[in-house]
């Protein structure tokens, strides 16, 4: 099946420092790729949606200045939490949809851990 | 707004009994339905993904059903094994944004020896 990785797998920094999450599409094409965010025993939840070449797209709730989301091409997206605070450690997920594909198959990385001290 | 339930939140079996995961959502005008398996501190594998068209796929001792109508989904794993533990994740699809999930919030399963 279609292969999505994240880097890093996990990260701690310090309270105040930005932090960069990659994600990549491995053997397929992704137009557009879908950030989200998992809180302990919490389901997931949608960030913000990614469009290769456009601005992101954010849900209710989301700070566009503090979640900074780039998707300059068709394999690579990335979120960069900017200025961190404690509150913002949680389990970050990215997605991906083949492009041309009009299943609605998403297919999921392996996350990244943030630890913000 | 879409909301999605999963019934029970955890349940624990011995090895080898089949199982029944529920999913129910609450907008019934979905463009798919995808289960996922999600190990602790892991990303999410996708095992069964059910069109609104369709109302089962199979995988190896995995079935999953859907009634649209009813808003409900159910997930049936047969000859339940340890390595089957792991937390079990609905998505609904409504289609408007392919690939824009939903998610319940998971039932979690152990599977003991």
């Known amino acids: 099946g279609a292969v999505v990785s994240q880097h890093p797998s996990w990260v701690i920094c310090k309270s105040g420092t930005s932090v960069k999450i990659e994600c990549r599409s491995l053997?397929?094409?992704?137009?557009?790729m879908f950030w989200y965010r998992q809180f302990p025993k919490q389901s997931l939840m949608l960030m913000a949606t990614s469009n290769e070449g456009s601005k992101a797209t954010y849900e209710q709730g989301v700070e566009k200045d503090k979640f900074l989301i780039n998707h300059a091409s068709l394999t690579l997206s990335t979120l960069t939490v900017t200025s961190a605070h404690p509150e913002d450690s949680s389990f970050y997920i990215c997605?991906?949809?083949?492009?041309?594909?009009?299943?609605?198959?998403?297919?999921f990385g392996e996350g990244s851990r943030l630890t913000v001290l | 707004k879409q909301e999605v339930t999963q019934i029970p939140a955890a349940l624990s079996v011995p090895e080898g009994e089949n199982l029944v995961l529920n999913c129910s959502f609450t907008?019934?005008?979905?463009?798919?339905l995808q289960w996922f398996r999600q190990d602790p501190g892991k990303g999410l594998t996708s095992l069964l993904l059910i069109q609104s068209s369709q109302r089962e796929q199979t995988s190896g001792r995995l079935n999953a059903s859907l009634d649209k109508s009813s808003g409900r989904s159910t997930l049936y794993i047969a000859a339940s094994q340890p390595g089957d533990s792991a937390t079990y994740l609905c998505a609904v699809n409504r289609g408007s944004t392919l690939g824009r999930l939903y998610f319940g919030r998971g039932t979690q399963l152990t599977v003991w020896p």
């Open positions: 053997d397929f094409q992704a137009t557009t």
């Open positions: 997605s991906a949809r083949a492009t041309g594909a009009n299943t609605g198959e998403l297919f």
């Open positions: 907008d019934s005008a979905i463009y798919n």
